[in-house]
């Protein structure tokens, strides 16, 4: 139980283009969802707070025009990387509280190069 | 501030060793602590955590945590590594300023080599 999907799990694109990744959780609805961006051999950095049917919630510092967040449903979010370059490359993870829980479990993440 | 400490970039035990992952954390009031083991090129796997009650807590593949409030530690344990143990292992501690979102402050992570 408590699995979590993203798709695509891997992208390249090309400096300029938008790119959007999705977060589902498979068997358990998930009122929030929250993005994070992790560095080569760096820990996780949260870049928001994605709550079904709200705005997202961004931290200090993230850019929210450039990094979109959709929480369309209790078992999908989705991240849209507008207008990317390449300091935009990292790997993306999302993850999925369960309702009235404390633990959030994790996406298999998103690889993203932009070239 | 809150914050999860994690001393060790990197562990290093031979397989059948005992091994022990270290992590202090600093956090006003009861914490809730949490271990995530993190694989090449994947996503996070839940551990195992601490809310409250017995303060030796087991998860899965054998490993467990003691909670030590004195100390204000939250150590990972296994008494015999194995091989496929070897990944990245990360602290975090739910931030209580998140309210009801429980949003969770990552240590750095440290990386676990496990040797036959």
């Known amino acids: 139980g408590a699995v979590v999907s993203q798709h695509p799990s891997w992208v390249i694109c090309k400096s300029g283009t938008s790119v959007k990744i999705e977060c589902r959780s498979l068997d358990f609805q998930a009122t929030t969802m929250f993005w994070y961006r992790q560095f080569p051999k760096q820990s996780l950095m949260l870049m928001a707070t994605s709550n079904e049917g709200s705005k997202a919630t961004y931290e200090q510092g993230v850019e929210k025009d450039k990094f979109l967040i959709n929480h369309a449903s209790l078992t999908l979010s989705t991240l849209t990387v507008t207008s990317a370059h390449p300091e935009d490359s990292s790997f993306y993870i999302c993850?999925?509280?369960?309702?009235?829980?404390?633990?959030?479990?994790f996406g298999p993440g998103t690889r993203l190069t932009v070239t | 501030a809150q914050s999860v400490a994690q001393p060790e970039d990197q562990v290093n035990v031979a397989e059948g060793n005992p091994l022990t992952v270290k992590c202090t954390y600093s956090v006003s009031g009861n914490p809730y602590l949490f271990w995530y083991v993190q694989y090449p090129n994947r996503g996070l796997q839940f551990l195992l955590k601490y809310i409250t009650g017995d303060n030796l807590v087991k998860g899965s593949y054998g490993f467990e945590a003691e909670f030590n409030k004195s100390q204000t530690s939250f150590h990972l344990k296994k008494p015999s590594a194995l091989v496929s143990d070897s990944a990245l292992y990360f602290c975090a501690v739910r931030d209580v300023k998140s309210g009801g979102y429980n949003k969770l402050i990552f240590g750095a992570g440290t990386r676990l080599a496990v040797h036959p």
């Open positions: 993850s999925a509280r369960v309702t009235a829980s404390y633990e959030q479990y």
